[in-house]
T-cell receptor, first 114, second 116 residues
Framework: SAVISQKPSRDICQRGTSLTIQCQVD?????MFWYRQQPGQSLTLIAT?????????ESGFVIDKFPISRPNLTFSTLTVSNMSPEDSSIYLC???????????FGEGSRLTVL | AQSVTQLGSHVSVSEGALVLLRCNYS??????LFWYVQYPNQGLQLLLK??????LVKGINDFEAEFKKSETSFHLTKPSAHMSDAAEYFC??????????????FGAGTRLFVKA
């Protein structure tokens, strides 16, 4: 298993500002994933972050809005840029297990945009 | 493309009763299937997974699920519900043949209520 720490755990932000979420893993992992969970809804994959290369974004998500950094094998950040109330969500960092395919999740970062 | 459908956004059972949460999947290749649970204000944790071995999979807290290819289903069951089982449950599918095959698609989730 992997232990994943996310910061901040929650924040209240003003419209038009940006916030960076940090994700720290206790072991080296090749791939990290960022998911969004809007209120009362399921998880939607935002992007896959590989160390040493640009993140791969899913349909509907763009780098200008959600820039991602992956400077090493244990750390990643997701920035939510120019926030609007529609960005109010839980953002979850996850890593995958190479042999079984399951994901391990951080506890999430709950953002509220006013 | 893969997809997951969870039947019933809310399920309510009495304590001690059978829990049945339904999940149907769509995949063009033999998939990996998962059930995750999310307790309030927490991230997701794995309950159980199917990865092409035994079709009846046992997980934590007495949960189990059966992979039925003919029905494209992966329903989650527990013989006797406990109050602590109240949570959101997500069925998920991934394609192990993809490079970096962890790309996982989640169902909409089913909230389980347990009545005393």
């Amino acid at each position: 298993s992997a232990v994943i720490s996310q910061k901040p755990s929650r924040d209240i932000c003003q419209r038009g500002t940006s916030l960076t979420i940090q994700c720290q893993v206790d072991s080296q992992v090749t791939m990290m994933f960022w998911y969004r969970q809007q209120p009362g809804q399921s998880l939607t994959l935002i992007a896959t972050a590989n160390q040493g290369s640009e993140a791969t974004y899913e349909s509907g998500f763009v780098i200008d809005k959600f820039p991602i950094s992956r400077p090493n094998l244990t750390f990643s950040t997701l920035t939510v840029s120019n926030m609007s109330p529609e960005d109010s969500s839980i953002y979850l960092c996850s890593v995958g297990r190479t042999d079984g395919g399951e994901l391990f999740f951080g506890e999430g970062s709950r953002l509220t945009v006013l | 493309a893969q997809s997951v459908t969870q039947l019933g956004s809310h399920v309510s059972v009495s304590e001690g009763a059978l829990v049945l949460l339904r999940c149907n999947y769509s995949s063009s290749v033999p998939p990996y299937l998962f059930w995750y649970v999310q307790y309030p204000n927490q991230g997701l944790q794995l309950l159980l997974k199917y990865t092409s071995a035994a079709t009846l999979v046992k997980g934590i807290n007495d949960f189990e699920a059966e992979f039925k290819k003919s029905e494209t289903s992966f329903h989650l069951t527990k013989p006797s519900a406990h109050m602590s089982d109240a949570a959101e449950y997500f069925c998920a599918v991934s394609d192990p043949s993809l490079t970096g095959g962890f790309k996982t698609i989640f169902g909409a989730g089913t909230r389980l209520f347990v009545k005393a």
